[in-house]
């Protein structure tokens, strides 16, 4: 199968089910067997799911990606071996970062929600102009990518994760702040937000805000 059919659904499933670590193999970069040259693809997904586990807490070196040709037989047990080194040395997942399992389910769950969302920011606004592994880690090491991701995907995330919590019950601003770790103001900006799309309205009688 070619790299480049792999999904962001694909990496979160793994790390959803328990996986320590996740590990892709695709053609070396420019001698890809297809026109669609998707190894490249997948190199852009992988930078994008490391930014959202860094984001949640958790080492983006469990997610690795190596190209490499079907006849590097040695070199695919060479890479193999001192991947599943680093990955025990890492520790289980979420446990060695120090991220209470319930928390880390619930910060998955959230990512999940927003795939689709995410794959369309990538197709709109995060596709690399150049095919070159130093332009890709390049790209998406840039200000102005960091910004972007910051912008549409972050925030609908920390958005996901409040609807998440008014999902199980109605919440105060400093409530949800707390439970997901964010100042207070960006909570209230996040609620307006939602509130003016009609996703979240104020009860009056409990005080808090719930879904709509």
Same mark, same amino acid.
Not at 27 to 34: G, S
Not at 54 to 60: E, F, R, T
Not at 163 to 175: F, N, V
Not at 193 to 199: A, H, I, N, V
């Given at each position: 199968?070619?790299?480049?059919?792999?999904d962001?659904?694909?990496?979160h499933?793994?790390?959803?089910?328990?996986?320590?670590?996740?590990?892709?193999?695709?053609?070396?970069?420019n001698?890809?067997?297809?026109?669609?040259?998707?190894?490249?693809?997948?190199f852009?997904?992988?930078h994008?799911?490391?930014?959202?586990l !860094?984001?949640?807490?958790?080492?983006?070196?469990?997610?690795?990606?190596?190209f !490499?040709?079907?006849?590097?037989?040695?070199l695919?047990?060479?890479?193999?071996?001192?991947?599943g080194?680093?990955?025990?040395?890492?520790?289980?997942?979420?446990?060695?970062?120090?991220i209470?399992?319930?928390?880390?389910?619930?910060?998955?769950?959230?990512?999940?929600? $927003?795939?689709?969302?995410?794959k369309?920011v990538?197709?709109?606004?995060?596709?690399?102009?150049?095919?070159?592994?130093?332009?890709?880690?390049?790209?998406?090491?840039s200000?102005?990518?960091?910004?972007v991701?910051?912008?549409?995907?972050?925030?609908?995330?920390?958005i996901?994760?409040i !609807?998440?919590?008014?999902?199980?019950?109605?919440?105060?601003?400093?409530?949800?702040?707390e439970m997901l770790? $964010?100042?207070p103001?960006?909570?209230?900006?996040?609620?307006?937000?939602?509130?003016?799309?009609?996703?979240?309205?104020?009860?009056?009688?409990?005080?808090?805000?719930?879904?709509?």
């Amino acid at each position: 199968m070619c790299s480049g059919r792999v999904d962001l659904e694909f990496i979160h499933r793994a790390f959803a089910n328990g996986m320590d670590g996740v590990f892709i193999v695709g053609c070396r970069l420019n001698e890809c067997n297809y026109i669609t040259h998707g190894n490249y693809d997948a190199f852009g997904m992988v930078h994008i799911f490391r930014k959202l586990l !860094m984001h949640i807490g958790v080492n983006p070196l469990r997610l690795r990606i190596e190209f !490499m040709s079907g006849g590097e037989g040695i070199l695919f047990a060479e890479v193999m071996n001192d991947f599943g080194k680093k990955v025990e040395e890492l520790g289980p997942l979420g446990e060695s970062e120090g991220i209470d399992g319930n928390i880390l389910t619930f910060n998955l769950e959230a990512i999940k929600t $927003l795939i689709p969302y995410i794959k369309l920011v990538e197709r709109e606004r995060l596709r690399v102009p150049v095919k070159s592994e130093v332009e890709y880690n390049k790209f998406f090491a840039s200000d102005e990518v960091n910004r972007v991701f910051n912008e549409l995907i972050i925030d609908k995330l920390a958005i996901s994760r409040i !609807m998440q919590l008014l999902y199980e019950k109605p919440r105060a601003t400093g409530e949800i702040a707390e439970m997901l770790n $964010l100042n207070p103001s960006e909570v209230s900006r996040h609620i307006k937000d939602s509130t003016r799309q009609g996703l979240v309205r104020y009860d009056e009688g409990q005080k808090r805000f719930a879904l709509a």
